[in-house]
T-cell receptor, first 110, second 115 residues
Framework: SQQGEEDPQALSIQEGENATMNCSYK?????LQWYRQNSGRGLVHLIL???NEREKHSGRLRVTLDTSKKSSSLLITASRAADTASYFC??????????WGAGTKLIIKP | GAVVSQHPSWVICKSGTSVKIECRSL??????MFWYRQFPKQSLMLMAT?????????EQGVEKDKFLINHASLTLSTLTVTSAHPEDSSFYIC???????????FGPGTRLTVL
């Protein structure tokens, strides 16, 4: 099921620029996860941030979580053409079932 | 939207036995399906890409001899966990991405418990 909302729906930037995507959700969560999906491929897990964490880094990725606002952001720094993909956030409910956002389509222009 | 079903929804088995999980596309022809595994409180991890009529493509770290995937028709992909052990206990989910879009349609998942 889909409950989260992501914005923007699509984002096009120049290579080298930073890309920021946001995700909002409605219920209490155990954790929030970000995934990437290249066209026609499966979802690839990027980062998991727990509800008691506020920020997490992985390489060029930075994820923040604000549980008071029920929102998260994914920042990709120094973007590359290979970062072109759709990015999804997912939260897990009390039954540990994933609830997905609609995704942000990111296009990196060379 | 596309409908994906999985069977069984929940299975409990003894250690050492093999378990087959079916993933069916009910209203479309799926040339490609994806298999994921999710441990409690953890992320969805892509295991393999199932290709109709050809060998599956496995992600790094996934043992192809342990997780056998067969995609014999456009509506059915199966995942067989061979010689299951307690550490294989997990939630297994299949999905399909319609051609030309990035929308994934997930099956309801199969919860495997190995005793």
């Amino acid at each position: 099921s889909q409950q989260g909302e992501e914005d923007p729906q699509a984002l096009s930037i120049q290579e080298g620029e930073n890309a920021t995507m946001n995700c909002s959700y409605k219920t209490s969560i155990n954790n929030l996860q970000w995934y990437r999906q290249n066209s026609g491929r499966g979802l690839v897990h990027l980062i998991l941030i727990r509800s008691n964490e506020r920020e997490k880094h992985s390489g060029r990725l930075r994820v923040t979580l604000d549980t008071s606002k029920k929102s998260s952001s994914l920042l990709i720094t120094a973007s590359r053409a290979a970062d072109t993909a759709s990015y999804f956030c997912a939260t897990d409910d009390s039954n540990y079932q994933l609830i997905w956002g609609a995704g942000t389509k990111l296009i990196i222009k060379p | 939207g596309a409908v994906v079903s999985q069977h069984p929804s929940w299975v409990i088995c003894k250690s050492g036995t093999s378990v087959k999980i079916e993933c069916r596309s009910l209203d479309f022809q799926a040339t490609t399906m994806f298999w994921y595994r999710q441990f409690p409180k953890q992320s969805l991890m892509l295991m393999a890409t199932s290709n109709e009529g050809s060998k599956a493509t496995y992600e790094q770290g996934v043992e192809k001899d342990k997780f056998l995937i067969n995609h014999a028709s456009l509506t059915l992909s199966t995942l067989t966990v061979t010689s299951a052990h307690p550490e294989d206990s997990s939630f297994y989910i299949c999905s399909h991405a319609t051609s030309g879009t990035d929308t994934q349609y997930f099956g309801p998942g199969t919860r495997l418990t190995v005793l």
